[in-house]
């Protein structure tokens, strides 16, 4: 998925996040709660959401990249602009999983960059600083909700901290060197 000669990817994220199992101990356990996480359509919906809602109201300098999409409630119904937001979502979560396990420290061309380039480069760019506070509450909403884990709330939060981090991190380290860059 993050090769850059296309011959080399797998075919889907679901392929290459399966190719994950036993390769590092908090990559397997980030993997399987996220697979908790995303069991029924119900239960993704309450994770976006509460991710989501949780991260707008924490930082409210967020919300004008979300305005497009309508007001999002705790309960009701969800607009279509959200239910793809959610879906673009689902997917970055395991892009960052999989950088984790595959390219962390490698500064070569990746789908991550790819995003980074399109969030940083749009007619409103995403600023570095938003990056951090969203992979705070990805790991925060994501060791709340999985109740079913095998280990503590906090370490849920370490693991998934340390998951997806390092993709965080190379998102936020892009947008900056593209700002820099005057793009």
Same mark, same amino acid.
């Given at each position: 998925?993050? !090769?850059?000669?296309?011959? !080399? ?45 949780? &991260?707008? !109201?924490?930082? /409210?300098?967020?919300? /004008?990249? &979300?305005?497009? &999409? ?31 396990? &595959? ?81």
């Amino acid at each position: 998925m993050v !090769n850059t000669d296309v011959r !080399n990817r797998y075919a889907d994220i679901g392929q290459a996040v399966d190719r994950l199992t036993n390769t590092q101990p908090e990559v397997e356990f980030v993997r399987e709660s996220y697979r908790r996480l995303m069991e029924t359509e119900e239960s993704q919906r309450k994770f976006f959401r509460s991710f989501y809602v949780r &991260f707008l !109201n924490e930082w /409210p300098k967020a919300k /004008p990249f &979300f305005s497009k &999409f309508g007001e999002l409630k705790k309960t009701g119904k969800i607009t279509p602009e959200w239910e793809r937001q959610f879906q673009a979502l689902k997917e970055a979560v395991l892009l960052l999983i999989v950088f984790k396990a &595959f390219r962390e420290g490698e500064r070569s061309i990746n789908i991550l960059t790819r995003i980074v380039d399109r969030h940083a480069k749009g007619d409103r760019p995403i600023p570095s600083g938003l990056y951090e506070p969203f992979g705070e509450v990805l790991a925060t909403v994501a060791a709340i909700m999985d109740e079913h884990a095998p280990i503590s709330q906090e370490e849920r939060w370490r693991a998934w901290n340390n998951v997806i981090g390092p993709g965080i991190e190379h998102m936020r380290r892009r947008t900056e060197e593209i700002a820099a860059r005057g793009d």
